[in-house]
């Protein structure tokens, strides 16, 4: 079974610092990937998404991620943050193009923006 | 509203007692999804509907907990005689499955938040 794994847990910075949350992966085949946010007191939305095509993928808000099939990697990027961005972070997989849709997520990484 | 509405956004009931949380997807949304969501931990699947049929129940820890999609689009997730361990948020997603909407694109509710005393 496929897995997700975020090493950080809880992540600091001032605004305009740069972001970059790591997202591993297990699965050796072909995968979909996801990048979820859930704002304080608001319900999981999408980010971003990879199927197929350019490795780089951009999402809503100035968010980006690379996808490196050597690495099993998905890391969600963001050059300048802002304080707005404060929510936590799910990475996500999924192995089936057809019907069931069942993500697994990782653990999530909560980042805080100090104004 | 057009997005996912959950009911009871909270929920607290004793060991034992019975539970069951309600989830109304889009319109028009085949697919639709239980997560629960544990204190630090992400959400993690419990069941997928496509239709009033459940496609993958593979999720769902015991034969505590089971979810009906009678009429295939309100969903109910039922939970018999409630633990402790069972506190956590449930959420509900759905999708358009085959409508140009791509995989893993899910639309969630703000969750129901049980907690068992």
């Known amino acids: 079974a496929q897995s997700v794994s975020q090493h950080n847990h809880h992540v600091i910075l001032s605004e305009a610092a740069s972001l970059e949350l790591g997202c591993n992966y297990s699965?050796?085949?072909?995968?979909?990937l996801f990048w979820y946010v859930q704002y304080p007191g608001q319900h999981l939305q999408l980010l971003l998404k990879?199927?197929?095509?350019?490795?780089l993928v951009k999402g809503i808000k100035g968010f980006e991620a690379e996808f490196i099939k050597s690495k099993f990697s998905f890391n969600l990027r963001k050059p300048s943050v802002q304080w707005s961005d404060t929510a936590e972070y799910f990475c996500?997989?999924?192995?089936?193009?057809?019907?069931?849709?069942?993500?697994?997520f990782g653990t999530g990484t909560r980042l805080t923006i100090i104004p | 509203g057009a997005g996912v509405s959950q009911t009871p956004s909270n929920k607290v009931t004793e060991k034992g007692k019975y539970v069951e949380l309600r989830c109304d997807p889009i319109?028009?949304?085949?697919?639709l999804y239980w997560y629960r969501q544990s204190l630090g931990q992400g959400p993690e699947f419990l069941i997928y509907?496509?239709?009033?049929?459940?496609?993958?129940d593979s999720g769902l820890p015991n034969d505590r907990f089971f979810a009906v999609r009678p009429e295939g689009s309100v969903s109910t997730l039922k939970i018999q005689r409630t633990e402790r361990g069972d506190s956590a948020v449930y959420l509900c997603?759905?999708?358009?499955?085959?409508?140009?909407?791509?995989?893993?694109?899910?639309?969630f509710g703000e969750g129901s938040r049980l907690t068992v005393l």
């Open positions: 997603a759905s999708s358009l499955v085959g409508g140009g909407t791509l995989p893993g694109e899910l639309f």
């Open positions: 699965y050796g085949g072909t995968v979909n």
């Open positions: 990879y199927f197929s095509g350019d490795p």
């Open positions: 996500a997989v999924t192995i089936s193009n057809f019907g069931n849709e069942k993500l697994t």
């Open positions: 319109s028009g949304h085949t697919a």
């Open positions: 509907f496509q239709g009033t049929g459940a496609a993958d």
